[in-house]
């Protein structure tokens, strides 16, 4: 055979011998490649809010509320008595020694005659001892926050309100992250009359006072706490938040992958869920946190004017002791009140201080160079 036979027989050239292990090397699985960069992401990201004190010390605050609800059930039924740790239904009698005195200086040791001749014996005098069950009882080895007017353990209503505060608080973001972006993100990719139609209802939602509508629906369904959380959410997912959102979902729309992915022949639904709503959700997280403080403070402040229809949460333990006449009792029966209030302050205040850390993370012109 020529020369010229062997350049025109393509088909008996000789291959090249292929490196050894060739055939052994596969391509990396898909799920691996997203986990390796979204470790990646999380460690960058972690670090950006790391740098924020107050971040750190808004997550610490949650990580002991969050410590606190997981042990409530686990000091129920192994340490504490549930007939007097029950949040709802326990009680203790605290017994409690008084001395008889004319006039009472000391209202946690003594009682005037009248009233101890009213609640004990008739004959009793000045100067003598007498038991009697103390309710609200102060703070006490028994029961380090004290008991309220009833007699039941502040401590237990706290730890065991924790885990109402967080549900409503999930409850409430979770609706709200869910409808504000996907009405965002479809607003600013169809615009036109759904666009207007979307942000006008949004701007009536936003002038509808928000109490009065709670207290209105208070008067006709029973408000507890889950339908509560959904209200909450569907409002704010309606409102402001879907504003946001919306013009961060315009600036995602322009980019050029969406051209490309429109170029490609993907359908607006894919393009919406797979493109433009993933570039929104790290602002949708942000506003996650607010939400979870605005449930929290609504849910004190309907349930202190008696409108909730729960068990226990933190504000059924301010209405409580609103009822029995304690609120403007100073600092006398201070384990009334402040452990409640101070409740709902932290844990509002701590998400409030990881979505202040989070805004510098996931805007660029916030962080520090």
Known sequence: MTDLDTKATPSLRMREPEPPGHELLEPEP????????????FGRNWKLFARNKIGLVGLTIIGIFALMALLHPILMDRVWDPAIYDPVKGYDAVITDFVIVEEVTDPFHEISLADAQLETNPFVEVGETVSIPLQPAPPSKAHWLGTDPVGRDILSQLMYSTRAAFALGAIAAIFAVFIATTIGSMAAFYGGWLDAVLMRFADLVLLVPLIPILIVVSALFNLNLPLLGILL??????????????????????KPFVDAAR???????????????????????????????????????????????????????????????????????????????????????????????????????LRRR
């Open 263 to 365: 170029v490609a022949g993907g359908t607006n639904r894919h393009i919406i869920f797979r493109h433009i709503i993933p570039n929104v959700l790290p602002l949708s997280f942000l506003y996650m946190m607010f939400t979870v403080t605005d449930a929290i403070s609504l849910e004190a402040t309907l349930s202190f004017l008696g409108l909730m229809n729960t068990p226990m949460s933190w504000g059924i333990m301010i209405y409580t002791t609103h009822s029995q006449g304690y609120l403007l009792s100073g600092t006398s029966y201070w384990w009334l009140l402040i452990p409640a209030g101070m409740a709902v302050t932290l844990v509002a205040a701590s998400f409030f201080l990881v979505g202040r850390a989070m805004d510098e993370v996931i805007n660029p012109r």
């Open 30 to 41: 898909l799920w691996r490649v997203r986990l390796r960069l979204m470790r990646k992401t």
């Open 233 to 254: 959410g569907v409002l704010s997912g309606f409102g402001g938040t879907a504003i946001v959102l919306k013009s961060q979902a315009l600036s995602v729309t322009v």
